[in-house]
């Protein structure tokens, strides 16, 4: 086995338990649909803007699906593994993609982007999911009641926070904010899917829930990677590799 394929086999060893342990962190039961929020899209948002999609893709499914089994939905472990290894391949991908914006699209996205996520979370939340939820902190489970109210208070404050952390993002990591909201588009949809016609649930109640795993996963993981990425770990395996033919020679 050369360096190449040993490094990639350990980073995304690492990366599968980092993104099984995040989604483990923090979890809300949603007893309608028997699934739950978590944590997770942070890191496999990570991962895949760091070292891109294929080891987004293998960590994200792989990882979150293992996660599924150890905190008791493994009925939710084939569409996780679907769902996220998607998601993680085309944030790792698109990510990649160079990207021209000018002043004025910067400024249309920086309004639009927000504005089209907020009337999403707002028109389905409202709607369809208020009342009873149990939450686990660390294997603790809380009961908490969840009135209309609080989803308008978290759609103003999600509207006032995308504005603000759109349009302060860099041309550059517009590119990052568009892969995510693909990925993680292609998540919620694969989760209805799965839960309409598989589990045969009322599936639309978890959406505004997995549009808000998406937001929290956006928000936190480009100021994550880009300060991990400082160290410069892609170069590692580039550095790593070039030595080692250096060796062979």
């Not at 739950?36 to 991962?47: I, K, L, P, Q």
């Not at 009337?119 to 369809?128: D, G, P």
């Not at 404050?157 to 590119?175: C, D, G, P």
Request: with cysteine.
């Amino acid at each position: 086995m050369n360096s190449r394929r040993v490094y990639f086999v350990a980073v995304s060893s690492i990366s599968t338990a980092l993104v099984a342990l995040a989604t483990l962190a923090i979890q809300v039961s949603i007893p309608t649909t028997r699934g739950y929020f978590n944590m997770g899209e942070v890191m496999v948002y990570t991962v895949s803007l760091i070292f891109g999609p294929r080891v987004g893709g293998l960590a994200g499914g792989l990882g979150s699906a293992l996660a599924d089994i150890a905190s008791g939905y493994s009925f939710y472990a084939p569409a996780t593994l679907v769902a996220k290894g998607l998601e993680g391949y085309i944030v790792g991908r698109i990510s990649r993609f160079k990207l021209c914006i000018s002043r004025i699209s910067h400024r249309i996205l920086s309004i639009a982007i927000p504005l089209i996520l907020t009337l999403a979370f707002w028109s389905i939340s409202s709607q369809m999911y208020t009342g009873l939820a149990e939450i686990t902190l660390i294997y603790y489970p809380l009961e908490a009641e969840i009135p209309l109210t609080l989803w308008m208070m978290a759609s103003i404050a999600l509207f006032i926070l995308l504005t603000v952390y759109v349009s302060r993002v860099s041309y550059e990591n517009m590119v990052k904010i568009i892969a995510i909201l693909y990925g993680g588009s292609v998540m919620v949809l694969s989760y209805y899917l799965y839960e309409q016609i598989v589990l045969d649930v009322y599936a639309l109640v978890e959406v505004p829930i997995n549009i808000g795993q998406m937001l929290v996963g956006l928000i936190l993981s480009i100021p994550l990677s880009e300060a991990l990425a400082r160290m410069n770990l892609p170069m590692v395996i580039e550095n790593y590799d070039r030595y080692s033919s250096r060796s062979k020679s």
